[in-house]
Every structure is written in C-alpha cells, then in structure tokens.
C-alpha cells in the first residue's frame, strides 16, 4: 500500500532503521495448518518492518509492511511485495512482541504501529488481530492503504484504527485505472465510510508528471477529498502532496520488470506547491 507512497518522500524527510524480518520469527509450519492460522488471523504473510521518524503516520512508528497488492501501480515503490509469496510467515504474537518493546519510544513520540504494504486489507483477520493486539498495549494504530479492499475491513477493525492513510491516486476512473490497473471506486467509498466512523484520515497523493499532474485529475482528487471531508468535516487531517522520484528504478530492474515510468522526471518544487494550493482551496491542509 500501500501503500508506502512514503516511501516517495524526499531522503531528507525520512528516517528508518531495522529492516527485513529481523527479530521476527518467522513460522515454520505445515501447509494445512498455516491456511488455517491465516484464516484466523494468527498468521499473516510479511515482508518486512522499519522503524520510521516523520513517515507513516505522526512520531516514531513501526512501519509493517504486509505482501500482496491487488494493484499494479507505475509508479510502485514496493514492487517486491505485490505477491503474498514475498512474505515470510510472521505469527501476530511475535510481531506484537516485537511492537511492545517499542511502546517507550512510541509513547515520548507519540508515535505507533503502521500497517503497511503492499496492501493490508489483502490480509484482514491478521490486519484485525494485530491492530486489536497494538491497542490492548495502548499503542496508537496507523492503517496504510489504497483503500481499493475497503469492503475488507469490519467496522471491529476500524474501531482499532486510529488513523489512516488513505491513497487517492488519481480522481477519475480512466486515469486511476492507467495508474493502478483497478478501479477508483472503492477507494472513494472507502474514505466515505471513514469519516461516517470518525477515523481519521491523512490522504496520500502521488504527483507525476505526465501521469497525475493533468490540472483536470488534480481538480478531482481535490473535489473527491474535499467530498469525503464534508461527511463529517475534520475527517481528512492532512493531505500529503508526494513529488515522485526515481527511487524504486532499481528495484523494478533487480526484479527484470518494464518500469514505465523510467524516464519520468520528478515534478518542480513549484509544480507540486501549486498542487498543494489545489487542495488549499477546497479548504484542506496540506504538507
Ligand atoms: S502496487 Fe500500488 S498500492 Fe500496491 S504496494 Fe505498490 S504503490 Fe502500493
């Protein structure tokens, strides 16, 4: 998820450690009774953790991310974690093991966990059960997604979000569907269904040239936000305007996949405050 567009973010901006599934034990388990234990959300399918400063959500953050994505962006920062396949068998247990001995730092930061992906909700009953488990040890909980498997969360889960940061990657569905090969819908619906919750939103959007930079698309990303916001004004917190980079190339070629967007230059400091100032205008903060 998502989807990390984070992870698009300026160096500068960003600050992570740890990596892989390091201090994780990863299961090693029959078949059979891993289908099992991942249908009850004990065990989920995970490629790796960070802990991040000034990312994923507010303070100091455990940033998990989960495999398999049901979309196929361009501009894909995490193309090695579309697959559930890309994951090691994590139990929910030990990753809140892991989670609990962070609740000092988290707690001087105000920071927390952030489920992240590829998607989350490809693995709602892990998703669920690690979010249940991260509120009982008072840890705030951030939810990382494309909003694309919205219809996957339960009310139970989202009543143990605190905050999520919501992808809108593009505001109409021919665009949307260039950029992510899915449908916009569901996103939208999404976010709708948030604020009748009361869960807070950050919204992500990625600006690229030539892909989602058209004035028109811009317009109704904003129009689209500014919608779901007027369900319950003060839903949407922030909206994160991304500049896109060229920082997922090399991973795309490691993997032998066409990156479209090679070329791609990223946008002018002054194109993307102009597109921050889109959002102004409908009312919205932006950062
Ligand atoms: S394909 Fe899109 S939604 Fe999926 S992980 Fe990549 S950027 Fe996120």
Not at 22 to 28: A, N, P, V
Not at 147 to 158: E, I, K, R, V
Not at 261 to 286: H, K
């Amino acid at each position: 998820m998502t989807a990390g567009p984070a992870l698009l973010d300026p160096p500068s901006a960003r600050r992570r450690a740890g990596a892989g599934l390091q201090g994780l034990d990863t299961t090693e388990v029959e078949r059979s009774d891993r289908l099992a234990l991942m249908r009850s959300g004990e065990l989920g399918s995970v490629h790796s953790w960070e802990l991040v400063t000034a990312v994923d959500g507010p303070g100091t953050r455990m940033t998990v991310f989960l495999a398999g994505c049901p979309l196929r962006c361009l501009y894909c920062h995490n193309p090695d974690t579309l697959a559930m396949k890309d994951g090691g068998a994590v139990l929910a247990d030990d990753l809140l093991a892991r989670v609990a001995r962070y609740r000092g730092v988290f707690a001087a930061t105000d920071g927390g966990l952030t489920l992240s992906g590829g998607e989350v909700l490809m693995q709602p009953a892990f998703a669920a059960r690690v979010l249940r488990g991260a509120q009982e040890l008072g840890v705030h909980t951030c939810l990382d997604t494309s909003g694309f498997l919205g219809a996957n969360a339960t009310d139970a889960m989202l009543d143990d979000t605190d905050l999520v940061l919501l992808d809108v990657k593009a505001g109409d569905e021919e665009t949307y569907r260039r950029v992510t090969g899915r449908s916009l819908a569901p996103t939208l619906a999404f976010g709708r269904r948030l604020a009748e919750r009361g869960v807070g939103v950050w919204v992500r959007f990625v600006l690229v040239p030539g892909l989602t930079d058209d004035p028109a698309n811009v317009a109704r990303v904003a129009d689209h936000v500014a919608a779901i916001d007027a369900v319950r004004p003060g839903t949407v917190q922030r909206v994160e305007v991304l500049p896109f980079h060229q920082m997922a190339r090399d991973k795309w070629a490691e993997l032998g996949r066409t990156y479209e967007l090679a070329g791609t230059e990223p946008p002018s400091p002054e194109a993307t405050e102009a597109v921050r100032e889109v959002f102004r205008t409908r009312g919205l903060t932006t950062c």
